[in-house]
T-cell receptor, first 113, second 115 residues
């Protein structure tokens, strides 16, 4: 099935560092979503973006809807151990069946205390 | 308010068997979507049910089926299991049909292992 290109695949950082990850597509999306999944749990929505250029924050997390509508970025500032997990981007394509949420393969984040 | 619950949490089956997984959405939510999650393919959409009707379907073979009851609880069934069906099966509920501006809430998933 269709997938988003998410990078990096994994990150290992020191506590207190900032983190950046991104998601790209070859086609236009009209909604971008960022989820976090902890071990043994389902994904939890962190930030939702609905307009090109939109910049939204949720605590130490900031995400942006790219101007081209083909990409999105998630930044985590001053990372802490509980940030560990897998971060997924997801979105609804502009064209086609826009009720099918398309997902990236995830960025696995490890934080060294 | 209770979250999305899925049962069982873990399941081991052998090839050729069939399996039924259950999902209870958040109270008041009428849409239930099912996803298959594997390390190599990520989350792949299986189908969505709303008001007891399948409204949307992913690209999975007919061995994968589902249904929704009048209380919005949903079940998915996989017949003639194959090794490649081993995955985490996630259920997500939302107030109305999936779409922009309508958040999905996920359950913890059912880990299916096919031997």
């Amino acid at each position: 099935g269709q997938q988003l290109n998410q990078s990096p695949q994994s990150m290992f950082i020191q506590e207190g560092e900032d983190v950046s990850m991104n998601c790209t597509s070859s086609s236009i999306f009209n909604t971008w979503l960022w989820y976090k999944q902890d071990p043994g749990e389902g994904p939890v929505l962190l930030i939702a973006l609905y307009k090109a250029g939109e910049l939204t924050s949720n605590g130490r997390l900031t995400a942006q809807f790219g101007i081209t509508r083909k990409d999105s970025f998630l930044n985590i500032s001053a990372s802490i151990p509980s940030d560990v997990g897998i971060y997924f981007c997801a979105g609804f394509p502009y064209a086609g069946n826009n009720r099918k949420l398309i997902w990236g393969l995830g960025t696995s984040l490890a934080v060294n205390p | 308010k209770a979250g999305v619950t899925q049962t069982p949490r873990y399941l081991i089956k052998t090839r050729g068997q069939q399996v039924t997984l259950s999902c209870s959405p958040i109270s008041g939510h009428r849409s239930v979507s099912w996803y298959q999650q594997t390390p190599g393919q990520g989350l792949q959409f299986l189908f969505e049910y709303f008001s007891e009707t399948q409204r949307n379907k992913g690209n999975f073979p007919g061995r994968f089926s589902g249904r929704q009851f009048s209380n919005s609880r949903s079940e998915m069934n996989v017949s003639t299991l194959e090794l490649g069906d081993s995955a985490l099966y996630l259920c997500a509920s939302s107030l109305v049909m999936t779409g922009a501006n309508n958040e999905q809430f996920f359950g913890p998933g059912t880990r299916l292992t096919v031997l």
